[in-house]
């Protein structure tokens, strides 16, 4: 392919992802665009002959945007290489899965969803190297309404990626359950209201029974496994249940902020930490039942 290839209303089948290969040939423009309406693609691998810089982010450079299409499937895809994202979802894009997916070696995040896109569940997929954060929930200040009704469950994420596991950047409802996060060069799990990117507010997150190990290798940052941080804006409603948290490179549960952080609650949580202060509560409502190692 030696430019977008849209998709819209349909459903695009491979034989597998070992045996159907798209080849994107155009860096800059090489994108599979879904659009429309039940619009699904399925069992097969799109990666780029030759990658550019990540630059501006363009989605034209993205391996798969969604844009503005409701009830999509994305499953069995294998995303190798490309010069932004692997998996965005834009646009007010909704009732959409992405299930059991390969995306690795991105030049940005590795799942992404912004501009008002809602009822998104990502679910059963491996991220792995990719150039920023493995699964993302983004919500600009220029949008009206916040990304909303995310389900992240059962995900891989790991292996290098260079920046966080999993983070919610402004958005609302977003259930983040059963996910085994693992070195990455920021925080595992990171909820947040940006200043610098301009961000909506953050309510109603819930993490539970995630592993999230050996996280924040990145100096001079130095990220906990698990971080909470506002700069702008408010947090609040925020839940950690039944996460197993461990050997952060450099410390081990962070909540902080100049920003208003409400409740943020962490219970059931086992937490082995060996680098670090085990847990620094800079600001926020914290209310801490029945964890261990806290």
């Keep these: 392919m030696s430019s977008i290839f849209v998709i819209d209303s349909i459903k695009v089948v491979g034989a597998g992802r070992s045996s159907t290969v798209l080849m994107s040939t155009n860096p800059e423009k090489g994108s599979i665009d879904l659009k429309g309406d039940k619009v699904e ?22 391996s798969i945007t969604v844009r503005s299409a409701s009830n999509f499937v994305i499953d069995n895809i294998h995303v190798s290489k490309s010069s932004t994202a692997g998996i965005m979802m834009a646009y007010g894009s909704n009732n959409g899965v ?8 991105t030049g940005a995040d590795g799942i992404h969803m912004t501009t008002q896109s809602h009822h998104i569940s990502v679910e059963n997929n491996t991220v792995m190297g990719v150039g ?28 290098f990626s260079k920046a ?14 059963n996910n085994k996060i693992a070195d990455t060069m920021m925080a595992g799990i990171y909820i947040s209201v ?6 909506l ?27 909470v941080y506002a700069s702008q804006g408010t947090i609040d409603n925020v839940v950690f249940y039944g996460n197993v948290i461990t050997d952060g490179a450099h410390r ?19 937490l082995v930490n060996t680098n670090g202060a085990a847990t620094t509560f800079k600001n926020g409502i914290i209310k801490l039942i029945d964890n261990i190692g806290f």
């Design 194 to 199: 940006e200043g610098s990117y301009n961000t």
């Design 252 to 270: 081990g549960i962070g909540v902080w902020g100049d920003a208003t952080i409400k409740n943020v609650t962490f219970e059931r949580n086992t």
């Design 164 to 177: 966080r596991g999993i983070s919610v950047v402004g958005g609302m409802d977003v259930l983040i359950e």
């Design 41 to 62: 693609i399925r069992n097969f691998k799109h990666q780029y002959q030759t990658t550019v810089p990540r630059g501006n982010g363009a989605h034209e450079k993205n």
């Design 201 to 227: 507010n953050v309510d109603r997150i819930n993490v539970n029974n995630n592993t999230i190990h050996h996280t924040g290798i990145q100096s001079p940052q130095n990220h906990p496994n698990v971080l």
């Design 98 to 105: 992405v299930t059991n997916n390969l995306v690795e070696n």
């Design 132 to 159: 920023d954060d493995g699964v993302a929930v983004v919500s600009y200040g220029t949008s009206p309404t916040p990304v909303n009704n995310i389900v992240i469950r059962g995900n891989d994420i790991g292996n």
